[in-house]
């Protein structure tokens, strides 16, 4: 069965690199599930999770927005910040929501800050979310 070469980089390394059978992702326009020979292209992401399909089981990372980049059968998603599912603090990803809500019940939509503090509280909610999947 043919495999994608997937890896997840952020600023501060490789989060991801393997073979896989599908990558899932979030993009802004909408759903995609990329195989191999796939077409290229490139594409925004949401503040979402990235599935990765391979031979054993599915993995689930984090990732805050960013880039996928298809190209041949190599599939490389660019982003800020990136968490494998078992390396996510749920103890921190909790505080970071709490302080996120509370920012936002002081904060107008109005102000410039609310869209960066909905998008701490999306990240949040993002980590959360994963760590609680089977
Ligand atoms: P926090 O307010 O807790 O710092 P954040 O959303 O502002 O969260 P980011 O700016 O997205 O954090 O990421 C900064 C670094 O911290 C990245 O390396 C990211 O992978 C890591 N990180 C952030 N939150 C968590 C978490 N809950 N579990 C594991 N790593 C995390």
């Known amino acids: 069965m043919n495999t994608i070469l997937a890896s997840i980089v952020t600023p501060n390394g490789k989060v991801f690199e393997g ?7 979030r993009a802004v326009a909408g759903d995609m599930g990329i ?21 054993d089981a599915d993995q689930y990372v984090a ?8 190209r041949g059968d190599q599939v490389t998603i660019l982003t800020e910040s990136a968490e494998l599912k078992k390396d996510i603090d749920v103890s921190r990803a909790e505080r970071a929501k709490e302080e996120a809500e509370r920012r936002l019940s002081e904060l107008t ?26």
């Open 63 to 70: 990732v805050s927005g960013g880039f996928i980049e298809v």
């Open 35 to 55: 195989l191999p020979n796939h077409m290229p292209v490139v594409a925004p992401l949401k503040i979402s999770a990235v599935k990765l399909k391979s031979f």
């Open 19 to 25: 073979d896989v059978h599908m990558v899932s992702v």
């Open 109 to 134: 939509e109005e102000s410039p800050e609310y869209k960066a503090v909905q998008n701490d509280l999306k990240r949040a909610e993002n980590r959360l979310d994963i760590a609680s999947r089977h």
